[in-house]
């Protein structure tokens, strides 16, 4: 498999301000990012795919603006909370696809960090 | 779009037997079917996966059989062991240009090894 790492695992910000997360992908290039939002004993509900280089596209009911997004590398994505409400408090997620090095795995393999645990207060 | 549907929600099983989980997915082009394990407050753990061109894959205890007629895919985990215990997740999506496709997931299973 791939290692793909989170940071941080837990952040605990006030209301109004703004928290950046980020997903690295350590020994392969992620072409392709993703971010998932999970409710606790609930699935994953992707938020946005970005592929490097590109604009983030959102999925249907995500606020772009609130929920910023940026892979400007092929091992480098983050995703950046504004105005952060109560309401924004969950569980988020990166995973990446993409090649390896060595070409180990297929680019259909989707490999996830670690989760951010994001409280608003 | 793609729906993937996934039963049982919960699933308690005794230590050493086996356990089942199915899904079902309703778009006719998926062709890659991964299974995820995720530890409380941590992120999914790849640990198996089918492509459409395979009906059956296995990894030790861990096997994923696929029925592209049926539309619907199983992951089957024999001798199981308390470490087990765990949400389950299933995922389909396509193929597609630099891996873009997204997964669509299943609702997930708590399975439970019971000592």
């Known amino acids: 498999g791939a290692v793909v790492s989170q940071h941080p695992s837990r952040v605990i910000c006030k209301s109004g301000t703004s928290v950046k997360i980020e997903c690295r992908s350590l020994?392969?290039?992620?072409?392709?990012m993703f971010w998932y939002r999970q409710f606790p004993k609930q699935s994953l509900m992707l938020m946005a795919t970005?592929?490097?280089?590109?604009?983030?596209?959102?999925e249907q009911g995500v606020e772009k603006d609130k929920f910023l997004i940026n892979h400007a590398s092929l091992t480098l994505s983050t995703l950046t909370v504004t105005s952060a409400h109560p309401e924004d408090s969950s569980f988020y997620i990166c995973?990446?696809?993409?090649?390896?090095?060595?070409?180990?795995?297929?680019?259909?393999?989707?490999?996830f960090g670690q989760g951010t645990r994001l409280t608003v207060v | 779009g793609e729906n993937v549907e996934q039963h049982p929600s919960t699933l308690s099983v005794q230590e050493g037997d086996s356990a089942v989980i199915k899904c079902t997915y309703s778009?006719?082009?998926?062709?890659?079917f991964p299974w995820y394990k995720q530890e409380l407050g941590k992120g999914p753990q790849l640990i198996i996966d089918?492509?459409?061109?395979?009906g059956e894959k296995k990894d030790q205890r861990i096997a994923v059989t696929l029925n592209k007629t049926a539309k619907h895919f199983s992951l089957h985990i024999t001798e199981t062991q308390p470490e087990d215990s765990a949400v389950y997740f299933c995922a389909a999506s396509r193929g597609g240009v630099q891996g873009a496709q997204k997964l669509v997931f299943g609702q997930g299973t708590r399975l439970t090894i019971n000592p």
């Open positions: 020994d392969f290039q992620a072409t392709t």
């Open positions: 089918i492509r459409s061109n395979v």
């Open positions: 995973s990446a696809r993409g090649f390896s090095y060595g070409g180990n795995f297929m680019n259909t393999e989707a490999f």
């Open positions: 970005s592929n490097e280089g590109s604009k983030a596209t959102y």
């Open positions: 778009d006719s082009a998926s062709n890659y």
